[in-house]
């Protein structure tokens, strides 16, 4: 069923509203947008319940819903009036030729910005068409009789208009939006000011626009789209009411000849309304669920490797079933029995491995322990292992899977277990520890109810679930004194004499002597010899501390022990600067299509950056590795309004600087945030670090990851040919894209110490604070490459390997400066 008529002389649809009213208060225009409701609704309408109004509006006509105003003024068609014109893919007022007083558009009503803002909070993917409202408006198109039917999401500024092919033919007359597809609809975001969908938000409560004629209706009659093509005469919206009440934008039927709209059709059209909205509600409820799940998978495996990592054996059991079947077993548990590694599914039962001596009197141990298990207590029995040579006994405890580690420790239990008290009344799972018993090992027996705990260099330094695992180790989440801290854990062959690091280099390296509010500290270390691998096991390799401190391999001897190096850190309870870009914390929060940069935010943790880099480089210490995942936040303590503040940690990688001159190096750090000279040469300055912070300068800004979409050859191929750069969007302010483009500069003697780009950011903060700077809004959903003609996203494809074949490099053949912003959505 089509969806379009043609029309003689290409008649089309798209939206312009402009309006005498609009230049009246928003009270008057919103009784302007009711004042010509030409439906007269007969008696017995039902009404949707969540828009109860809309048709009793309809019956009383525009009574009540706003101050009484003048009814519009019919005007006369002008022929050669003002028409819109699509600029980069948007629908605009064309301000040449159109005195915008006279188009401005529907008022904006008095509670936009908090309709707005929820709107956004249902994750709407606007610029998207979407299949099941093709249904509906298809649906409606032939139901009502009429060519066009609509579905639009209103935001602050754009009316999301999901048209019919034929009128992006008309919309946009270089067809730059016109894909495969025949008959689908396509999104044109349209100034809002043009949309006759943005009445249907002016009223006090929701009710239908119906517009028979709309060269009748002083609203509309002088609107580029009635004026000019595509001739809109006759317009019915139904408004999209959430549940919770507010208007996210209309369904709409458009003709192009005058037409009457009886009740029923008015009640239909609300009806199919309420549709739209209730499936889009249940989507993002669908979304939310998807994603609470994903996140609840990802606590899981983050648990499952922190119990892993215990050297004591630890299985998880269902104790509502007999036998208590096996639900997980970790790697200490496989060392210790010598049994294979268990998951859910394997239908091994707790009580087929093991028997409890002396207790087959009392009954199976399951239904012994049934009271215990149902109180969620705790309980510690010696067992015997089945099968194998001999008897081994075990000491077992048992403890439920929801009850607490220890005071200060987080909870560490399955996430999807924790939470309601009716749960922890009714325990189902249990985590039952296994340790040689003391008459075994030598060791005092566990005390029930704790769960075992790595034993700790230092005597109060307690280590608890894992916050994440690095090339150099894992890191940990304890207490020290009580004190939240992070812990690394880095495992490492013990030094000879002769390649012993000095304490002083060791300590330069871990960042002892660093005192700075931006640079993550580091309270202590201390080092033992280890008992067992902590990561070998997980088929982790690690890599150890003499590799980062450039110890000749063949010096490891094998009969060298093996260490483990503790690292007590300050926590930093943000997580990381990336993991802050990626999320749009850095972009104002209106919708992520017309939001901005939050320059200020920006510049701010530019400074902290910037400083915490100064102060390292006074002490004459390279980082090596700047990037967005070795920043790391914390909470803020309201030195400013951002919620958080930056901190530079990960001296992994760090070199004590020598003299003025470069350090050779062969350890790398992060390619897309490498300076070329230490690409091609291995040459390390304080210069490289800053190229990597002019990397950063640009994440923060455009909020993309850099070189996004190329392989790593690719990007270094780019840097190495130098005619390449990251390219900030036009509205950037200068200071800010200056500095960025001197730290990023090719030859390292042109770039800036970071002294002076300290300096230049906080000359830049004051000139935004008072106003003398502005911050343009850009889309993200662009690409910022200077493709201009086609005036759409071009995303590098990915997966291309020649680099000839890559866009950018086409451009840059053609001598264009490349960019490599790539959209993210
Ligand atoms: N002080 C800290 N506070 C909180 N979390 C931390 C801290 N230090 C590290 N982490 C977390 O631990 C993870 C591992 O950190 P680590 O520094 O060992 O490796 P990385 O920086 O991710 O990788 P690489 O060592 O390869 O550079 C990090 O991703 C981070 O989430």
């Known amino acids: 069923m089509g969806c379009v008529q043609s029309k003689p002389g290409g008649r089309a649809d798209a939206y312009r509203a402009d309006d005498e009213a609009a230049s009246k208060p928003a009270g008057a225009a919103a009784a302007a947008a009711a004042a010509k409701p030409a439906t007269k609704a007969s008696e017995g309408l039902s009404v949707s319940p969540e828009q109860p109004d809309i048709v009793a509006q309809l019956l009383r006509g525009s009574a009540g819903s706003g101050p009484a105003v003048p009814p519009p003024q019919p005007a006369s068609p002008k022929k050669d009036g003002p028409s819109a014109v699509v600029k980069d893919g948007v629908a605009h007022l064309d301000a040449r030729e159109t005195d915008l007083k006279y188009f401005s558009g529907a008022p904006l009503c008095a509670n936009d910005s908090d309709r707005c803002d929820a709107l956004c909070s249902l994750n709407i993917d606007m610029m998207t068409s979407e299949p099941r409202f093709d249904f509906i408006t298809k649906l409606m198109t032939s139901i009502f009789r009429c060519p066009v039917a609509m579905v639009v999401f209103i935001d602050n500024r754009f009316s999301y208009l999901n048209v019919p092919v034929a009128l992006v033919v008309f919309i946009d007359n270089r067809h730059s939006y016109i894909k495969s597809g025949q008959g689908m609809a396509q999104i044109v975001p349209t100034d809002r000011r043009l949309s006759f969908c943005t009445w249907t938000l002016v009223p006090l409560k929701p009710e239908m626009l119906v517009v028979e004629d709309s060269l009748e209706d002083g609203r509309f009659a002088e609107n580029p789209f009635v004026v000019n093509e595509p001739h809109i005469r006759f317009y019915a919206g139904a408004p999209l009411v959430s549940s919770r009440g507010h208007r996210l934008g209309s369904l709409c039927v458009v003709d192009y000849k005058p037409r009457k709209f009886d009740a029923e059709s008015c009640n239909l059209l609300c009806n199919f309304a309420t549709m739209v909205v209730r499936d889009v509600e249940r989507q993002h409820e669908e979304d939310l669920q998807r994603r609470q799940s994903m996140q609840l998978s990802r606590e899981n495996t983050q648990l499952m490797r922190a119990i892993d990592a215990c050297s004591d054996g630890v299985v998880l059991v269902d104790v509502t079933y007999p036998k208590w079947p096996v639900m997980f077993s970790n790697e200490g548990w ?154 690394k854990v880095i495992e490492h062959r013990s030094s000879t004499d002769e390649y012993r690091a000095t304490d002083e280099a060791l300590e330069a390296m871990l960042g002892l002597k660093m005192m700075h509010p931006n640079i993550v500290r580091t309270f202590k270390y201390a080092t033992k010899e280890r008992q067992q691998s902590l990561h070998s096991s997980n088929g982790m390799r690690s890599r150890s501390l003499e590799d980062s401190l450039s110890l000749s391999p063949s010096a490891l001897s094998s009969s060298r022990r093996m260490m483990e190096t503790w690292i007590v850190l300050e926590l930093c309870n943000r997580g990381s600067l990336q993991e802050a870009i990626d999320k749009g914390s850095f972009r104002t929060k209106r919708s992520i299509y017309d939001g901005a940069p939050d320059l200020m935010r920006i510049i701010r943790t530019a400074i902290e950056i910037a400083g915490a880099m100064a102060y390292l480089h006074s002490m004459d210490i390279l980082h090596s590795d700047l990037n967005g995942n070795n920043i790391l936040l914390v909470s803020n303590t309201g030195i400013d309004d951002r919620p958080f503040s930056a901190k530079v940690s990960d001296f992994g990688l760090s070199r004590i600087h020598i003299g003025t001159g470069a350090v050779a190096t062969e350890t790398y750090g992060t390619v897309t945030h490498m300076p070329p000279e230490l690409l091609s040469e291995g040459r390390l300055s304080k210069a490289a670090d800053v190229y990597s912070f002019g990397v950063l300068l640009w994440e923060l800004y455009t909020g993309q990851r850099p070189w996004a979409g190329l392989r790593h050859v690719q990007v270094i191929a780019h840097k190495m040919r130098s005619t390449t750069k990251l390219e900030f969007p036009p509205a950037v302010p200068a200071a800010y894209r200056d500095l960025a483009d001197r730290c990023m500069a090719t030859d390292d003697r042109a770039r800036p110490p970071f002294s002076e780009a300290l300096n230049v950011l906080l000359d830049l903060k004051d000139a935004v604070q008072s106003g003398a700077v502005k911050i343009e809004p850009f889309p993200v959903y662009r690409s910022y490459e200077p493709d201009k003609a086609a005036g759409k996203p071009r995303a590098i494809p990915d997966g291309c390997d020649g680099i000839r074949e890559n866009p950018a490099a086409q451009a840059e053949a053609n001598g264009a400066a490349v960019v490599t912003g790539v959209a993210r959505c």
Request: net charge neutral; hydrophobic share 35%.
């Open 334 to 487: 496989s060392t210790l029995t010598g049994m294979e590694k268990l998951a859910s599914g394997s239908g091994r039962m707790f009580w087929d491995l093991f028997s409890c001596p002396g207790m087959s009197q009392q009954g199976h141990p399951w239904e012994v322990y049934k009271g215990a298990v149902s109180r969620g207590e705790a309980f510690s029995l010696d067992l015997i292992k089945h099968g194998g040579s001999g008897r081994h006994l075990f000491t077992v405890t048992f403890r439920p899977a929801n009850d607490k580690l220890d005071e200060g420790m987080p909870n560490i239990t399955i996430p999807a277990l924790q939470g309601k008290e009716e749960d922890l009344e009714t325990a189902q799972y249990y985590f039952c520890t296994i340790r040689r018993p003391a008459q075994h090992s030598g060791e005092p027996p566990l005390p029930p109810n704790q769960f075992p705990t790595k034993s700790a260099p230092f005597e109060d330094v307690r280590l608890g679930p894992l916050l994440g695992k690095g090339s150099f180790g894992a890191v940990y989440y304890g207490t020290w004194n009580g004190a939240q801290v992070a812990v």
